[in-house]
């Protein structure tokens, strides 16, 4: 059965820094771009980043470009979302995502988010 | 960046009920388009992919359609079950991509 579970979600304050990882099992896992997608509470999706299957091709969104990294470890299944320099809209549920291609890019299996809140 | 606004933000409509929902692009970005669908605290799950095409296991009442800038979701025949948030999402830009706003669908 094809999972992906996020983990890493927490408190913590502005400015500071916390590291989410995402397990995948089920499927091939270095077949796959993996992306990162995340919802501040009672609102729409936003796209984060993206990760080739290489890991070296990497697309952010403007808002956390600079300030979070996506990579991967494709001998571990796992794929990473580093955050600094973190700010109150950034307190989001954080989901990962497997990327397929069937014509054109689709996110067709999603975790089951984890909750990143920044406060003071 | 490419903009992607959905319409309307929200909408009641009764079981049996035909439901469309649409969504418009900034920029030409052909038929790339998905539909996704969010149930109240779920994770989204995919509906429609390239615009037009159903994804394994969904109900056939659901379909998309669409090019260029502007795509619709529709629901033929409203279930119970449908009640959710629905979501369209570009990926044409290689560099970014982005959500529309969402669609809230009640049940009368």
């Known amino acids: 059965e094809m999972q992906l579970v996020e983990s890493g979600g927490t408190w913590v304050q502005p400015g500071g820094s916390l590291r989410l990882s995402c397990a995948a099992s089920g499927f091939t896992f270095g077949n796959y771009w993996m992306t990162w997608v995340r919802q501040a509470p009672g609102k729409g999706l936003e796209w984060v980043a993206n990760?080739?299957?290489?890991?070296?091709?990497?697309y952010y969104a403007d808002s956390v470009k600079g300030r979070f990294t996506i990579s991967r470890d494709n001998a571990k299944n796992s794929v990473d979302l580093q955050m600094n320099s973190l700010r109150v809209d950034d307190t989001a549920v954080y989901y990962c995502?497997?990327?397929?291609?069937?014509?054109?890019?689709?996110?067709?299996?999603w975790g089951q988010g984890t909750l990143v809140t920044v406060s003071s | 960046d490419i903009q992607m606004t959905q319409s309307p933000s929200a909408l009641s409509a009764s079981v049996g009920d035909r439901v469309i929902i649409t969504c418009r692009a900034s920029?030409?970005?052909?038929?790339?388009l998905n539909w996704y669908q969010q149930k109240p605290g779920k994770a989204p799950k995919l509906l429609i992919y390239a615009a037009s095409s159903l994804e394994s296991g969904v109900p056939l009442r659901f379909s998309g359609s669409g090019s260029g800038t502007g795509f619709t979701l529709t629901i033929s025949s409203l279930q119970s079950e449908d009640l959710a948030t629905y979501y369209c999402?570009?990926?044409?830009?290689?560099?970014?991509?982005?959500f529309g706003q969402g669609t809230k669908v009640e049940i009368k």
């Open positions: 995502g497997r990327i397929s291609y069937r014509q054109l890019p689709q996110i067709d299996y």
């Open positions: 999402q570009q990926t044409k830009g290689a560099l970014t991509w982005t």
């Open positions: 920029q030409n970005i052909g038929s790339y």
């Open positions: 990760i080739k299957q290489d890991g070296i091709e990497i």
